[in-house]
């Protein structure tokens, strides 16, 4: 049974920095299309970023994009996505999700078919 478990979320303060992790374990693919979707309160789950196999494909949203990177250790089987140039509005519970697909694919959560059970992130002053 695949698993993600995300790690490394916590408050700072806007303008500060924080690296969140999504240990995968229990693959059978080696071929993957992992992302970050987060979600406020009140507010729809929002695609942030993705990344295919070996960083073959990239992509990021406006708001996020010069501020946030995703990447993959394949030698630990995690993602991450570090986040710089925090602002209130990143504020929420991001969630590492996952599709044995080589489709770079942002826009829709049900497309995903594994998720993390989320960690928080607040932006605050």
Known sequence: QLQLVESGGGQVQPGGSLRLTCAVSGSTSDYYAIAWFRQAPGKEREGVSCITTS????????????????????????????????????????????????????????????????TQVTVSS
């Open 55 to 118: 960083g073959g494909s990239i992509v990021y949203i406006d708001s996020v994009k010069g501020r946030f990177t995703i990447s993959a250790d394949e030698v630990k089987n995690t993602v991450n996505l570090e986040m710089n140039s925090l602002r209130p509005e990143d504020t929420a519970v991001y969630y590492c999700v996952r599709r044995d697909s080589h489709t770079i694919v942002v826009s829709t959560p049900a497309w995903y078919d594994y998720w993390g059970q989320g």
